[in-house]
T-cell receptor, first 111, second 111 residues
Framework: DVKVTQSSRYLVKRTGEKVFLECVQDMDHENMFWYRQDPGLGLRLIYF???????EKGDIPEGYSVSREKKERFSLILESASTNQTSMYLC??????????FGPGTRLTVT | QKEVEQNSGPLSVPEGAIASLNCTYS??????FFWYRQYSGKSPELIMSIYSNGDKEDGRFTAQLNKASQYVSLLIRDSQPSDSATYLCAVNSGATNKLIFGTGTLLAVQP
């Protein structure tokens, strides 16, 4: 079974803090993704990575950056957290047939 | 903008009935199609994938694909209260490794 883990289930941060969300997969997948999910807006792609040190912007990259130093690990960074970044953050890893496997999610609250 | 459309619901069915969930997509070159189940507060879980026209059955679930009509559906036979969740349709964007997600259909199975 594919296993995707995320560093935290719940996080509470203050406005202006730098926030790191980490995702690890154990299937040697090349492609990894970060989404946020908000009620009524569905899943929105923030960034994705198709190889180590390679990244591409998704639909809503503003205010975020990413890091992929090792194949199994993909990190999402909120440079200066704002209240409108309060959301559920989901990491996914993609298999060879384009299927994506999601981690458990991190519910981030920025106060 | 390539789109995936789903009726948001809620779709309410009695226990033991067949639930039919529908999805249309706009990108004619899409080749891979997926259904995810998402319980409230949890992350999406892959339940079905389909790549060619016709039906694919897995237990109580049947995915149906009609590429000419750009239509994919999920049938759940003998619906159970535990099937109550939001079902997300996802379609591979033909030109990239990304999935385009619908906003989901909320299914409520009434005991």
């Amino acid at each position: 079974d594919v296993k995707v883990t995320q560093s935290s289930r719940y996080l509470v941060k203050r406005t202006g803090e730098k926030v790191f969300l980490e995702c690890v997969q154990d299937m040697d997948h090349e492609n990894m993704f970060w989404y946020r999910q908000d009620p009524g807006l569905g899943l929105r792609l923030i960034y994705f990575s198709y190889d180590v040190k390679m990244k591409e912007k998704g639909d809503i990259p503003e205010g975020y950056s990413v890091s992929r130093e090792k194949k199994e690990r993909f990190s999402l960074i909120l440079e200066s957290a704002s209240t409108n970044q309060t959301s559920m953050y989901l990491c996914a890893s993609m298999g060879v047939s384009y299927e994506q496997y999601f981690g458990p999610g991190t519910r981030l609250t920025v106060t | 903008q390539k789109e995936v459309e789903q009726n948001s619901g809620p779709l309410s069915v009695p226990e033991g009935a067949i639930a039919s969930l529908n999805c249309t997509y706009s990108d004619r070159v899409s080749q891979s199609f997926f259904w995810y189940r998402q319980y409230s507060g949890k992350s999406p879980e892959l339940i079905m994938s389909i790549y060619s026209n016709g039906d694919k059955e897995d237990g109580r679930f049947t995915a149906q694909l009609n590429k000419a009509s750009q239509y994919v559906s999920l049938l759940i036979r003998d619906s159970q209260p535990s099937d109550s969740a939001t079902y997300l349709c996802a379609v591979n964007s033909g030109a990239t490794n990304k999935l385009i997600f619908g906003t989901g259909t909320l299914l409520a199975v009434q005991p």
